[in-house]
T-cell receptor, first 117, second 116 residues
């Protein structure tokens, strides 16, 4: 079974631009979570989607948004990019984020490395 | 407040030595899950182990073992007979029932360097 895929893998943008990152979960997985990883802040939770609904959101400004489609694929968007948005953005999927059993383990994609100049 | 603390920033060992990674967590939930992930230089987080709050039984899986103690809120992870391929950053993570299961809270990570 194919793993979590993320596109693009690398991205270079300039300040003020916007960017859209894409995540395709493992087949059958319905929950998708996004994380930002930076050297200074470490791994931080951005948001989680389940059945096209945002179930939880981390402490990030409104410039960060996301959505999930009916096929469970997810996108995240960052508008008005700032230098501090340079990071590795990781997407993870789990079978059903229901709180029970081994199915709730999150499996991560390879990430999208965003550089803001 | 940091809910997951990994006090060790970096551990360097010679191949075949054992490595123990410490993780201390904080939660008020009675139902929660703890995880260990490995991040090699390629960047992808690789799932290693998972434990729920109701199961304190410690296990061994191949060269990996873990010690979960609710009394001290610790979830330590050991690599036995380390190999060069074990060199990576290891993250401990917490998922709580009152939050959403889709949210992992990570520690700062411990860099493990295994030299031949």
């Amino acid at each position: 079974k194919a793993g979590v895929t993320q596109t693009p893998r690398y991205l270079i943008k300039t300040r003020g631009q916007q960017v859209t990152l894409s995540c395709s979960p493992i087949s059958g997985h319905r929950s998708v979570s996004w994380y930002q990883q930076t050297p200074g802040q470490g791994l931080q939770f951005l948001f989680e989607y389940f059945s096209e609904t945002q179930r939880n959101k981390g402490n990030f400004p409104g410039r960060f948004s996301g959505r999930q489609f009916s096929n469970s694929r997810s996108e995240m968007n960052v508008s008005t990019l700032e230098l501090g948005d340079s990071a590795l953005y990781l997407c993870a999927s789990s079978l059903v984020a229901s709180g029970g059993g081994a199915t709730d383990t999150q499996y991560f994609g390879p990430g999208t490395r965003l550089t803001v100049l | 407040a940091q809910k997951v603390t990994q006090a060790q920033t970096e551990i360097s060992v010679v191949e075949k030595e054992d490595v123990t990674l410490d993780c201390v967590y904080e939660t008020r939930d009675t139902t929660y899950y703890l995880f260990w992930y490995k991040q090699p230089p390629s960047g992808e987080l690789v799932f290693l182990i998972r434990r729920n709050s109701f199961d304190e039984q410690n296990e061994i899986s191949g060269r990996y073992s873990w010690n979960f103690q609710k009394s001290t809120s610790s979830f330590n992870f050991t690599i036995t007979a380390s190999q060069v391929v074990d060199s990576a950053v290891y993250f401990c993570a917490l998922s709580e029932a009152t939050d959403s299961w889709g949210k992992l809270q990570f520690g700062a990570g411990t860099q493990v360097v295994v030299t031949p």
